[in-house]
């Protein structure tokens, strides 16, 4: 039986083990895999907790990525969601990890940046994929054409998510969203809940957690084309305490009082929605259904590593700054990985690069998420606070909506 390993000196024998040789060799060999990889000396952040610096050779130059590595065997080490109290707003990982007294942590998903195709919409700042933070649903995946980052690889959909499990051990899973409005005989199928993107003829619901975002652009695009137009046909209704409160014609923004739903369609959707009328009785009910079982943490992005193997059609071509998560040891161990942005590491690793790297450090599956100017890894400095690890493309942290943090109790 493989014996638990717990503090630095287990860590890094076993960093040490997977991948301690410096020269890239065996079956990576020329599939997209970088030329080199050279590791620098471990640290300890927290028990069960290390850091350290790693250097690759990708084939658009050279790369340098700084890497968490999480022992969940260890129980005081947990993972959790890192976000700024609602979905639907941004910032930067080091606040995110202050706050939360995270002793290690990196960004998280994609996001909607921009609404340039828009004009006069607002970007919700609100991320792609499902969240669950505390074993709480925050949010459902928006439409695959209306995501923001690179291609995905194939059989990949918004749906997939790095997630930790009640049982503590990490995987990769899919969170599929599952809501029903009731009134009366009357039965309605939601198609998104807290989302910045609702499908065609679809309606959304809206809780606290969003955040005073506006809803606006939830009506905007299409499933396939995040650039089209907005609908013309909307509808938003209010239910407080059970009871519709009120309805208008227009999305809208600011928060959502306690106790309140909002539920808003579009084209079609908002026809359906116009059944109801202000005092009707209204029961709402929404989950995020695991393929793999209960969750307790999960965020969105894709995977690239899948029991060892790189995922097909992954970008072996466009090199980029990155970030990534890296699944070991039977889901009890987490490899937390970002690459730096200096000017002279920026042309980064292609997604093939990447997956390969990850199964070189040691990971049977993994998982990309955002990267470039997003991409950030903190560990709590000497002064209690989070001190940014990695050299952001930018040049300084971008806000981001969420991340993954590492708590020790």
């Known amino acids: 039986m493989r014996a638990v390993l717990t ?3 287990a860590w890094a024998s076993l960093v040490a083990g997977s991948c301690g040789a410096t020269a890239w060799a065996g079956p990576d060999a020329g599939s997209g895999a970088p030329d080199a990889l050279s590791l620098g000396a471990p640290a300890a952040v927290a028990p069960g907790v290390g850091y350290r610096e790693c250097s690759l050779k990708g084939g658009h130059g050279p790369a340098h990525g700084h890497l968490l590595t999480v ?23 080091s606040r995110l990890a202050d706050r939360r007294g995270a002793v290690g942590g990196v960004n998280g ?5 921009a609404e340039e195709q828009h004009p006069g919409v607002e970007a919700t700042g609100a991320p792609v994929g499902p969240a669950v933070a505390g074993g709480r649903a925050l949010k459902s995946a928006v439409p695959d054409g209306q995501r923001f980052g690179p291609a995905m690889p194939r059989g990949v959909t918004t749906e997939d998510v790095l997630a930790v499990g009640t049982d503590r051990v990490a995987r990769l899973d899919r969170l ?26 679809g309606v959304g619901a809206y809780t606290p957690d969003w955040g005073t975002a506006s809803r606006l652009r939830a009506t905007c695009g299409t ?10 046909t909307t509808l938003e209704v209010t239910v407080r305490d059970g009871r519709v409160a009120a309805v208008s014609r227009r999305p809208g923004k600011g928060a959502i009082p306690r106790g309140s739903v909002v539920l808003l369609g579009r084209d079609g959707g908002a026809r359906d929605l116009s059944r109801l009328e202000v005092g009707d009785r209204v029961e709402v009910s929404k989950r995020l259904r695991s393929r793999e079982g209960a969750v307790s943490f999960a965020l969105g992005g894709f995977p690239i590593l899948r029991d060892g193997r790189a995922l097909g059609g992954l ?18 161990r ?12 920026r042309a980064g690793l292609t997604l093939a690069e990447l997956a390969a790297a990850m199964r070189k450090l040691g990971a049977v599956d993994a998982f990309n998420l955002d990267g470039g100017g997003s991409s950030t890894l903190v ?10 690890r990695n050299h952001p493309s930018g040049g300084a942290e971008r806000a981001v909506p969420n991340g993954i943090g590492v708590f020790v109790k």
């Not at 969203?177 to 039965?187: M, N, Q």
């Open 7 to 9: 503090g630095l000196v």
């Open 71 to 93: 022992d969940l065997r260890e129980k005081r080490v947990s993972v959790d969601l890192l976000y700024p109290g609602v979905v639907g707003a941004r910032e930067s990982v």
């Open 109 to 113: 998903d994609f996001f909607n940046i």
């Open 176 to 201: 599929r969203f599952e809501g029903v409005v009731r009134s009366g005989d009357d039965e309605l199928e939601l198609s998104g809940f807290n989302q910045y993107a609702l499908p065609v003829g």
């Open 223 to 232: 499933d396939t084309d995040r650039g089209a137009p907005c609908s013309r």
């Open 315 to 332: 970008d072996a071509a466009t090199a980029a700054v990155r970030t990534a998560a890296g699944v070991a040891d039977h889901g009890r």
């Open 334 to 345: 987490l490899y937390l990985l970002a690459l730096d942005g200096r000017a002279e590491y």
């Open 379 to 388: 560990t709590r400095g000497s002064g209690g606070r989070a001190a940014v």
